[in-house]
């Protein structure tokens, strides 16, 4: 069986809950961060159990008492991405340690994985554990940038199974540049929203702001030298001119990432704004980690999951509604909007985002909605 054939016999069922407008028909491209897996996309799945392309079960169980959040609608997965080696544990001893590091990563994460089922495998390995392929790590560039096309194709290849389904971008991290990069390249005609989390303004942007010049210097001759990454190669901050207009784009981080400071994200959507040609809306956590927005605080979970289902339901996407009632008004502060000051000319604006701080008040008017709804979930609780 080719790959191709079995990409959509997947048994996803993501669906539960969700509510889908006038009956349409969506999928998710999901693009993961630097050093994962596919296996990362669980922590966005809820309680959901998918298929993945070497034919494994795959859930999350969560992490410090928080629950996965679902906010990814029935994801395409296609075909994993070059830079991830799915055939680990060779007698390489420097591969095998880091096909043992990505075995206890998944671990860590709470990630439920089953035992390899040959006919439903699209591609040969496992997801238990991977290791990278330097040779092409690009950090959102070319390999990336050819891997999210791949995905595309793999999916526009199995779309007359569903006449007229569209697509919903979503990426994390390094997936976040790798999506804007490719859709800004690519201008997949199907897409409808796009959804990027921690993503930087560009990979040299992150370099300045975490390290010295020295370091920056010494850190930007390794990543030439080792990987397919280079300076003057795609960014989101060169893609942002020939983004596809009128696509609405949610960006979403937090005050204390210190992998991608927040100044770089609010530097791409600010800019995605001025170019005034799309709905930007901008998302500020406060108190948690890169790489664990939906494990850290309650309040920062809660935040996170009923603004997208808000985004979701104000552009008649799937949403589960009652999530999405929860976040209509954060998702309304976080719009981005050109506030003309007076006396100051008709061309001039203040830009209005809301670096939304989960406050009291508005956590308080969440709870109200969503207790009925998830009165079981510990992750709206303080951590004990």
């Not at 629950?67 to 070059?82: A, L, W």
């Not at 796009?194 to 702001?209: F, L, R």
């Not at 010049?213 to 190669?233: E, H, I, W």
Request: charged share 20%; net charge positive.
């Amino acid at each position: 069986m080719t790959a191709a054939s079995n990409l959509l016999d997947h048994k996803i069922d993501n669906s539960i809950n969700w509510t889908v407008p006038n009956g349409a028909s969506f999928r998710t491209i999901y693009y993961q961060g630097m050093s994962c897996s596919q296996t990362q996309m669980a922590k966005y799945i809820g309680s959901e159990v998918i298929t993945t392309t070497t034919g494994q079960t795959l859930s999350c169980s969560g992490r410090n008492g928080f629950q996965p959040i679902n906010v990814v609608y029935k994801p395409f997965i296609g075909k994993e991405i070059q830079d991830v080696n799915l055939t680990s544990y060779t007698c390489n001893p420097l591969k095998w340690i880091w096909s043992c590091g990505s075995h206890c990563s998944n671990g860590w994460y709470g990630f439920q994985i089953g035992a390899v089922d040959p006919l439903k495998a699209t591609e040969p390995g496992s997801v238990t554990s991977h290791r990278p392929v330097f040779s092409n790590v690009s950090i959102g560039q070319k390999s990336d940038i050819e891997s999210h096309h791949t995905k595309y194709t793999l999916w526009d290849a199995q779309k007359d199974k569903f006449k007229n389904e569209k697509l919903i971008l979503y990426g994390v991290s390094r997936g976040g540049i790798a999506t804007l990069n490719a859709f800004a390249q690519y201008q997949y005609p199907e897409v409808v929203l796009v959804v990027v989390e921690g993503c930087a303004y560009s990979v040299e942007d992150v370099i300045d702001k975490r390290h010295w010049a020295p370091m920056a210097c010494l850190k930007r001759n390794f990543l030439s030298c080792c990987t397919q990454y280079q300076t003057d190669g795609p960014s989101p901050a060169k893609s942002i001119t020939k983004f596809p207009e009128n696509i609405p784009v949610a960006f979403i981080g937090s005050e204390i990432d210190k992998e991608v400071p927040w100044q770089s994200s609010e530097r791409t959507a600010m800019e995605l704004f001025q170019k005034g040609r799309n709905d930007v809306y901008l998302l500020k956590l406060k108190k948690s980690n890169h790489s664990t927005l939906m494990f850290d605080d309650a309040n920062d979970r809660m935040a996170y999951e009923t603004f997208i289902h808000a985004y979701y339901k104000r552009y008649s996407a799937p949403h589960i509604p009652k999530l999405a009632q929860a976040g209509a008004n954060l998702l309304d502060e976080c719009q981005l909007k050109n506030n003309v000051a007076s006396g100051l000319g008709s061309n001039a604006c203040h830009f209005k985002p809301v670096s939304v701080s989960v406050d009291n008040m508005t956590m308080n008017r969440m709870d109200d909605l969503t207790k009925p709804l998830l009165a079981n979930d510990r992750q709206l609780f303080p951590r004990v």
